[in-house]
């Protein structure tokens, strides 16, 4: 069974101190492993795709990177506004493109 | 990518009742999602929408409960049928573009009484 597991449930922070969110996974192949942002009120929003494993990606303070086993999302420095809930999804490799998800980690980040 | 409009953006229902959902992209796409997001707990598949065929539901999910339309390659409605308090969740529908990505619609968020 597909399987994604997120640590830590929820992180604080304080303005500029750095720190990773965790995403390992377990699936039948896969597609593409998926991060998406989500703020109270509203639908995840798209932050990053990885295909393979060793892959990193960049957005301003965030970095995603890839194992055969795990996702970290790296936090650079993080600003009051880098707070929301972090989702971790995998898209397994057969199927109509679904997303399996993570239950996410919920990020504070103190002035 | 893709603006996705989704209507209501949340009510308040009776038991018994059904309640859908509308899902409005502002570009043609092939294939939308409907998910459903229960308080504390992730993100569940609940079926696929191709336009032009039936949908595909996920194990745990019925078509008689979560009736599912695609008309046209810009929208999609999900029903929630003879609703009760379980039912309540946030229900978020979401379209695939370019390399697997999906984006999501801002969910619909549905309280039953």
């Known amino acids: 069974e597909d399987q994604v597991t997120q640590s830590p449930e929820a992180l604080r922070l304080q303005e500029g101190e750095s720190s990773s969110l965790n995403c390992s996974y377990t699936v039948s192949g896969l597609r593409g492993l998926f991060w998406y942002r989500q703020d109270p009120g509203k639908g995840p929003e798209f932050l990053f795709t990885?295909?393979?494993a060793g892959e990193e990606k960049e957005k301003e303070r965030l970095k995603a990177t890839l194992t055969k086993k795990e996702s970290f999302l790296h936090i650079t420095a993080p600003k009051p506004e880098d707070s929301a809930t972090y989702l971790c999804a995998v898209q397994p490799a057969t199927g109509f493109q679904k997303l399996v998800f993570g239950t996410g980690t919920r990020l504070l980040v103190s002035p | 990518s893709a603006v996705i409009s989704q209507k209501p953006s949340r009510d308040i229902c009776q038991r018994g009742t059904s309640l859908t959902i509308q899902c409005q992209v502002d570009s043609q796409v092939t294939m939308m999602f409907w998910y459903r997001q229960q308080p504390g707990q992730s993100l569940t598949l609940i079926a696929t929408a191709n336009q032009g065929s039936e949908a595909t539901y996920e194990s745990g999910f019925v078509i008689d409960k979560f009736p599912i339309s695609r008309p046209n390659l810009t929208f999609s409605t999900l029903t929630v049928s003879n609703m009760s308090p379980e039912d309540s969740s946030i229900y978020l529908c979401s379209v695939g573009q370019g390399e697997n990505i999906q984006y999501f619609g801002a969910g619909t968020r549905l309280s039953v009484l």
């Open positions: 990885l295909y393979s």
